[in-house]
């Protein structure tokens, strides 16, 4: 069966950009050139992706920011990896049923927020890697933030989409409708109290925003908004330096995160297909629905991840992606028919417009940086600290509540539940690809649940199909999740593959044309020494090279 959803279509920019040296993708060009002018000074991919994460924090609040989290996969130039885990966690207060009387608060008000990890990562990341000064990153944001940006269309959708309460929050409405109506493309923005707390952790360092007047105005606002938040959990609050998980896919070695984010989704599905040989037949329906097969199972592993600090499953998780694995499941794939939910032995306890970004970048020497923050849904918890400009996350909605779907529609699972410190499991799939050992990609996505498929299918476009990273990035794409056990395809997603698709028993829902839920960013190294950047065109980025 499929079903569509009425819309209007919008026109799109954008294009693959190439240079010699070094590329950044982000969702802002302006923030992909700021990366490139920290590459040009000196600055390496670390340095880079700090500060282009700072910058789009401040243009794409809606989405990212130093009042979240996320996570940072990180490659050296001499081929070593490591994985920087900065998502928010819950405060101590927190506990399992806190949300099962009023789901809502889990994802708006004080009591949704979870301690924000953005600084903490990224001090990490710059002790060991950094090149140039802490305070060197913090200036084009800083610089953006005090004389102020120009709207972006994206931005001006986000507000669009949010206006039924952002007027009536004096906080946001000061900033974002400053004629007294919201902001349009191209009308100036200023964030001038952003710009001071901004300032305070550059000069100062990365415990200004943890500890002192900085952390007391986030508390106090979170409280003041019902929240939990304390100052002993902004203090106690520590970036955690986690093994990367990988495998390798016809030949390339694919490199991503571990738990709490979905990196493993992502590597069961890359072992899944690859027996399959996609390349072979092309892109034809039955490679199609052996994509969404893959999907149904990788989610289904999905229920059985979580904080590895507070779940105890090791020898589950590397089980999920081995080889071994893979083959056992791929037997029970058929090639003619689907399944319900139950066939895929999830592990539920009972039967995510969002707010997330990703950037990469890539240096000279081909150290790379794949890199994902976010506030969670739009504007994150909805509210502002009026004294620092800080929009705080509502990522306590990623964790599972017993017996209810979050707001991604991701059923509840045990291994998800709430605890004091705890942090909540994450779409995110920041990854990094080698070819003969030398690096090759380095990509990831927006977009909630979607993020895992959005990056899948731009891997399997270019290792497969054999398209350029621009081309696979636009290239239509479709998500299944299994809850609800419907595939989502784009508005322009062919028509011979949907009739492919429901002719083996899937549900299809067809987006509507201007319903851009998932972006994808990459930056890529090709044999000959050239580099490529792709920004996707469904948040109307681009990329920059040098």
Not at 303 to 319: I, K, Q, S
Request: glycine content about 10%; charged content about 20%; some cysteine.
């Amino acid at each position: 069966m499929v079903h569509s959803l009425a819309s209007h279509e919008t026109p799109v920019t954008g294009g693959l950009v190439k240079g010699k040296y070094g590329a950044v993708a982000v969702e802002a060009e302006q923030c992909s050139n700021v990366g490139i002018d920290i590459l040009k000074k000196g600055g390496n991919a670390v340095d880079s992706a700090i500060a282009s994460a700072l910058c789009i924090g401040v243009i794409d609040s809606f989405a990212t920011g130093i009042g979240g989290g996320g996570f940072m996969l990180i490659r050296t130039p001499n081929g070593t990896y490591e994985f920087i885990d900065f998502r928010e966690a819950a405060p101590a207060a927190a506990h399992r049923d806190m949300f099962v009387k009023d789901p809502s608060k889990a994802q708006v008000g004080g009591l949704s927020v979870g301690v924000p990890g953005e600084i903490r990562g990224f001090q990490l990341a710059h002790e060991k890697y950094g090149k140039l000064s802490w305070a060197e990153l913090f200036a084009p944001a800083i610089n953006i933030s005090r004389y102020g940006f120009n709207t972006t269309r994206l931005l001006a959708q986000r507000l669009q989409s949010a206006s039924g309460w952002i007027m009536q929050e004096p906080d946001f409405a000061k900033v974002f409708a400053p004629s007294g109506k919201l902001a349009v493309e191209g009308e100036l923005i200023k964030r001038p109290t952003l710009a001071d707390t901004l300032e305070i952790i550059a000069n100062e360092g990365p415990d200004a925003f943890y500890e002192g007047v900085i952390a007391a105005s986030i508390v106090n606002a979170t409280v003041a908004n019902g929240g939990i938040l304390t100052m002993d959990d902004m203090k106690n609050y520590e970036a955690i330096s986690r093994p990367p998980i990988s495998t390798y896919y016809h030949g390339r070695k694919v490199v991503t995160g571990g738990t709490p984010t979905s990196g493993h989704v992502l590597i069961s599905a890359l072992n899944i297909l690859e027996r399959f040989n996609l390349k072979l037949l092309g892109e034809v329906g039955v490679n199609v629905h052996r994509l969404v097969e893959a999907l149904k199972y990788g989610f289904a592993f999905r229920t059985e991840l979580g904080d590895p600090d507070y779940v105890d499953n090791a020898d589950r998780l590397e089980e999920i992606i081995s080889k071994d694995w893979a083959a056992l499941v791929r037997h029970n794939i058929s090639d003619d028919h689907t399944h319900e939910p139950e066939y895929y032995n999830p592990k539920f306890d009972n039967a995510e417009a969002h707010g997330t970004m990703h950037l990469s970048v890539v240096d000279e020497d081909d150290g790379a940086v794949s890199l994902t923050s976010t506030v969670n849904l739009l504007f994150g918890a909805r509210f502002m600290d009026p004294v620092t400009g800080v929009i705080l996350n509502d990522e306590m909605d990623d964790f599972s509540i017993p017996g209810i779907p979050n707001a991604f529609g991701l059923q509840p699972s045990f291994y998800n539940y709430v605890a004091p410190g705890k942090r909540p499991l994450s779409s995110c799939t920041p990854t990094i690809i080698e070819r003969d050992s030398k690096f090759e990609l380095a990509i990831g996505a927006s977009g909630g649940s979607m993020i895992v498929t959005a990056t899948l299918d731009v891997i399997l476009d270019i290792v497969d199909y054999g398209k350029n990273i621009y081309d696979a990035i636009v290239t239509p794409r479709l998500h299944h999740q299994l809850m609800p056990n419907t595939a989502i395809v784009e508005y322009d997603y062919p028509k011979e593959k949907i009739t492919a698709l429901t002719a083996r028993g899937h549900d299809i829902v067809v987006l509507p044309s201007n319903m851009k839920i998932t972006a994808v960013q990459g930056v890529m190294r090709a044999p000959d020494g050239t580099v490529y950047g792709a920004s996707d065109v469904r948040k109307y980025g681009q990329a920059a090279v040098y």
